[in-house]
């Protein structure tokens, strides 16, 4: 039974709630990060179809991916005219280039001529035109039909008419998004409260500095919702439950494409074991990849391992990156604020910690996808901007702690071993499943029943 109910704000009997530690610490206090918003759901169980059916899947395709817009790239990443990435979905591939005029297009990669794939999937580089890699029909940049081999052999084509057919594409806050619906519309509507909420944080001045793309055994919403709740911490990341609040993290849905979670770093969990002692948790923290420079200092007398993170990341980034933090509170600078936009990106946007997840699947297969993770840096202020990370891409089983790009980010490398190593178990569990179907918590699993209720929107269109 499909039953909507009074929305419910759940907390962590004994625990502090995310608000109580963000007041606690140093301001000024962002209003937008003190909104709760919990809208009604249903309590009904999710069929594990939905994960694991050929049927769902192509249904997500058509009505979906075709729909919807799609996080590309950085626009540093396509900087100059001739710059291009290639974006692929399913059986779909695009081409996003920047034009001579300064404008994105993308255009979907697939030659007028025999059908071959322009340029190759997953690739990016520059190229002052369009050329087909098979008999060399060329387009120029805007997507004009220029030259064609033996021409006299083509009195019957149509140049106008073969152009370049284009998807849709427009950038915000420094991200490329496309869209394969050409009435879409405009990617300002579908982000929602994302613009309103990210005026406090932009990202045009940070650069990309790490792209690492893991391939993974299991269906893409499976390893999207590992990342929708942290109710798993403790047995999965026991590690963490010393550091950060988990069971009482902050859970909030804004709209159909927009949902987030705030969780407290340099805390003790509600659900921690062993508890360690706030020199141990401030270490832990420092030196564990949660501040820029990876150094830790000695606490003050009475003084708070949140505290004493708070004041060293906050000169960190001022040393490092030249960046005044005044403006920000303690939250912002040393907690993780992640913030969803359907179907499949998450954002991390605080200061000490701004990164993409990317979760994708692989072809038309409903077992597998791919995961990302694109993490930023501050552009330094006194030169050039370092060129955007090229993907370093690993399979599945590949270990983020064996990566040499993920040293001085042990934190971050053990856990993301941890969430991507569990999934795999996850899908088999699902296929092998008799009941058939999950069955979510109220509270902390709410950001994955509200993407399954927006799903449904779209597969209902
Ligand atoms: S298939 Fe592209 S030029 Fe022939
Ligand atoms: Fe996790």
Known sequence: MNIQVKAEVMTCPGAPTFQEIMHSGVGPYSEILEQ????????????????????????EMQKVWRKVWQYVCREDEVAEAGDYLVYDIGRHSIVVTRVTDGSLKAFHNSCLHRGAKLKPSGSSGWSPQIQCPYHGWTWSLDGALREVPCAWEFPHLDYESNRLPQARVEAWNGLVFVNLDKNADPLIDYLGVLPGHFAR????????????????????KTAQDAFMEAYHTPVVHP???????????????????????????????????????????????????????????????????????????????????????????????????????????FLYTGLSMRQIHRIRPIANDPGRCTFEVLIMRPAPRDRPRPDPATPVRITKNQLYTDLPEMAGMELTAITLDQDTGNLRAQHEGMLASEKGAETL?????????????????????
């Open 239 to 345: 590690q963490l439950t010393q550091v950060v609040g988990d069971w009482n993290m902050q859970h909030d849905v804004f709209d159909d494409h927009v949902s987030r979670d705030l969780c407290a770093f340099a805390v003790c969990s509600p659900a921690a074991k062993q508890p360690i002692g706030e020199q141990e948790r401030l270490d832990r923290v420092l030196l564990g990849g949660r501040s820029p420079n990876a150094v830790s200092v000695t606490l003050a007398e009475g003084q708070t391992a949140r505290d004493a993170m708070a004041r060293q990341v906050r000169g960190a980034l001022e040393a490092d990156y030249g960046m005044d933090t005044s403006g920000y509170s303690d939250t912002e600078v040393i907690d993780s604020i992640k913030y969803n936009l359907f179907p499949n990106i």
């Open 201 to 220: 944080w932009p990202w045009t001045d940070w650069y990309l500095a790490l792209h690492i793309e893991k391939e993974l055994h299991c269906n893409w």
């Open 441 to 461: 918590s109220i509270y902390q699993e709410s950001r994955i029943r509200a993407f399954h209720e927006t799903l449904d929107k779209y597969l209902n269109r």
């Open 36 to 59: 709760r918003s919990n809208p009604p759901q249903s309590r009904a169980d999710i069929p594990f179809s939905r994960y694991t059916s050929q049927e769902f899947f192509d249904l």
